[in-house]
């Protein structure tokens, strides 16, 4: 699709003739969107069209100049990325043998609660030895107690009938011998 735009007023037609600073021209100028070039119609002299003036489109020019310190700029810029990309990989690797050494240091740690959670597993065993050992012997000593005690009721219970046949006794010699 080709748009043809007329000259409107004599400001934009002085302003091509102050680009081609000879020649006349009338007629169209012709812009194809699809590749941004434009076609002339109309009719030109000779001078006119050995001076082609630029006609802007709806893109901007540059010169070569502005180009290069464009690129310029932005190859600065790439390189302070760049800069900034390698301190960032020292850093990860300064971070990553970082992390390598406390792994290194977990898992020395991980051994060592291995360790003591073995100890102390044999201790509870060692523990429950002794409380069960220590409980039988309690046991046993209770039963002993539980023994003695039964003795010493059957014991107090001969003691109780000894200090009846007494009692009863001395009842019978202080009738027998009445008042000396």
């Known amino acids: 699709m080709k748009e043809k735009i007329p000259f409107y007023n004599e400001k934009e037609f002085h302003y091509m003739m102050k680009k081609t ?25 000779r001078q006119f069209k050995l001076n082609k003036p630029v006609i802007p489109v709806n893109t901007e020019y540059v010169t070569r100049k502005e180009f290069n310190e464009y690129k310029d700029s932005n190859d600065q810029r790439l390189t302070k990325i ?15 043998k970082k992390v390598d050494k406390l792994e290194v240091k ?10 003591q959670g073995e100890d102390l597993n ?7 030895g002794t409380l069960q050992s220590q ?10 107690l539980q023994g003695m ?14 200090d009846g046949r007494l009692d009863s006794m001395e009842t019978r010699l202080d009738k027998i011998d009445p008042l000396k």
């Open 21 to 45: 600073k000879k020649g006349t021209f009338s007629g169209w100028y012709i812009i194809n969107p699809e590749n941004n070039s434009v076609e002339f119609s109309g009719s030109f002299n």
């Open 82 to 96: 760049e800069n900034k990309v390698d301190k960032l990989e020292i850093k990860v690797d300064k971070l990553e």
């Open 106 to 115: 977990v898992d020395k740690l991980v051994e060592t609660v291995n360790a």
């Open 122 to 128: 044999n201790f509870k065993v060692e523990v429950r």
């Open 135 to 144: 409980g039988e012997t309690l046991q046993l000593i209770l039963q002993t």
């Open 149 to 162: 005690s039964k003795r010493l009721d059957s014991v107090e219970g001969r003691l109780d009938s000894m």
